[in-house]
């Protein structure tokens, strides 16, 4: 089993940007495609971004499409999730998780591993 650590959370601006990390230990890290997903007060946990084993193919929510860039060195067992243009509504705790299926998927069931989360607090 593959253990997560995020980190890169604060206080932005609207238009801002951070970087969240998601450090692995354990099992294997290019063995577990990543995902990154952020839940708000009062909200279901919803999904953000997925990227690959390999890094050759990620996925996004519509809502930060465009805005967000997901990436990983397997090298450093290290996932990142580049945030810009940051809009209060990002406001959230952000999740990273690995899913040891081969299939990319905004399906959180598919993730068997979660990191503790990161606050990310955007500021109108």
């Known amino acids: 089993q593959v253990q997560l650590i995020e980190s890169g959370g604060g206080l932005v601006q609207a238009g801002g940007s951070l970087r969240l990390t998601c450090a692995a230990s354990g099992r294997a890290f290019d063995s577990y495609a990543i995902g990154w997903f952020r839940q708000s007060p009062g909200k279901d946990r919803e999904f953000v971004a997925a990227i690959r084993w390999s890094g050759s193919e990620q996925l996004y929510a519509d809502s930060v499409k465009g805005r967000f860039t997901i990436s990983r060195d397997n090298t450093k067992r290290t996932a990142y999730l580049q945030l810009d243009s940051l809009k209060p509504e990002d406001t959230a705790v952000y999740y990273c998780?690995?899913?040891?299926?081969?299939?990319?998927?905004?399906?959180?069931?598919?993730?068997?591993?979660w990191g503790q989360g990161t606050q990310v607090t955007v500021s109108s």
């Open positions: 998780a690995a899913n040891p299926f081969l299939v990319l998927t905004a399906n959180e069931d598919q993730y068997k591993a």
